[in-house]
C-alpha cells in the first residue's frame, strides 16, 4: 500500500533540511550513496564530491523515501521542486522549496558554532563567500575592523569626488 504523496514531501524535506543537499544532488544520489550504519551520504555535488554526515533522527525519512520511492529521492530535481510546492500550497507555506532548506541547514551549522571552512565542507562550496552569507555577524565585523585604521592614526577615507580618494593624518 503507497503512502499519500504528501507524507513523501515531508520526509523529503526532512532529507533536504537535515543534510543541506541541493535538489539535483539528492535526485543524482542512489541508495549505494548513503551508508546508513556510519549517517553519512556519499555527494556528486555541482562542485565535485563530498561526504556529508547525517543524524540518526533522520535514518526513518531515508529508509522511507527508499521504501516509497526505490532511492532516496525522485531522480528527477524537478520533480522534486513540484512534490514539495504541492505540499506548500496544502499546508500554507509559500516559502517552502528545495534552495530555502539548504539555507536552514546553513545557518544551523553556523548557529551550532562551525567556522566558515566547515561549513564551506559541507554545503559543497567552493570559496568562503559563497558562505559566508551564513555568517550575518561577518559584514558587520568586517565593517569594525575595516573602522579601526581611522582610530589608530592611519589614513581615513574622505570623499572628494571618488570614494576611494585617501587623507594622510
Given at each position: 500500500?503507497?503512502?499519500?504523496?504528501?507524507?513523501?514531501?515531508?520526509?523529503?524535506?526532512?532529507?533536504?533540511?537535515?543534510?543541506?543537499?541541493?535538489?539535483?544532488?539528492?535526485?543524482?544520489?542512489?541508495?549505494?550513496?548513503?551508508?546508513?550504519?556510519?549517517?553519512?551520504?556519499?555527494?556528486?555535488?555541482?562542485?565535485g564530491e563530498?561526504?556529508?554526515?547525517?543524524?540518526?533522527?533522520?535514518l526513518p525519512?531515508?529508509?522511507?523515501?527508499?521504501?516509497?520511492?526505490?532511492?532516496?529521492?525522485?531522480?528527477?530535481?524537478?520533480?522534486?521542486?513540484?512534490?514539495?510546492?504541492?505540499?506548500?500550497?496544502?499546508?500554507?507555506?509559500?516559502?517552502?522549496?528545495?534552495?530555502?532548506?539548504?539555507?536552514?541547514?546553513?545557518?544551523?551549522?553556523?548557529?551550532?558554532?562551525?567556522?566558515?571552512?566547515?561549513?564551506?565542507?559541507?554545503?559543497?562550496?567552493?570559496?568562503?563567500?559563497?558562505?559566508?552569507?551564513?555568517?550575518?555577524?561577518?559584514?558587520?565585523?568586517?565593517?569594525?575592523?575595516?573602522?579601526?585604521?581611522?582610530?589608530?592614526?592611519?589614513?581615513?577615507?574622505?570623499?572628494?569626488?571618488?570614494?576611494?580618494?585617501?587623507?594622510?593624518?
Amino acid at each position: 500500500v503507497r503512502q499519500p504523496k504528501a507524507a513523501v514531501a515531508a520526509h523529503l524535506v526532512a532529507v533536504l533540511g537535515m543534510t543541506g543537499l541541493r535538489r539535483s544532488e539528492l535526485a543524482r544520489s542512489k541508495v549505494s550513496h548513503w551508508n546508513l550504519a556510519a549517517c553519512t551520504v556519499h555527494v556528486l555535488g555541482k562542485r565535485g564530491e563530498r561526504t556529508v554526515p547525517f543524524s540518526p533522527e533522520l535514518l526513518p525519512s531515508v529508509n522511507y523515501l527508499i521504501a516509497e520511492l526505490g532511492d532516496v529521492g525522485p531522480s528527477n530535481p524537478d520533480s522534486i521542486s513540484r512534490r514539495l510546492q504541492t505540499w506548500a500550497r496544502r499546508i500554507g507555506d509559500d516559502r517552502l522549496h528545495p534552495h530555502a532548506l539548504r539555507h536552514t541547514y546553513g545557518t544551523a551549522l553556523v548557529r551550532q558554532g562551525l567556522d566558515v571552512f566547515s561549513v564551506m565542507a559541507l554545503m559543497g562550496h567552493r570559496t568562503p563567500p559563497q558562505t559566508q552569507r551564513y555568517f550575518p555577524a561577518a559584514g558587520q565585523q568586517l565593517r569594525e575592523a575595516a573602522s579601526t585604521g581611522e582610530r589608530r592614526g592611519g589614513t581615513e577615507c574622505r570623499s572628494r569626488g571618488s570614494p576611494y580618494h585617501l587623507k594622510q593624518k
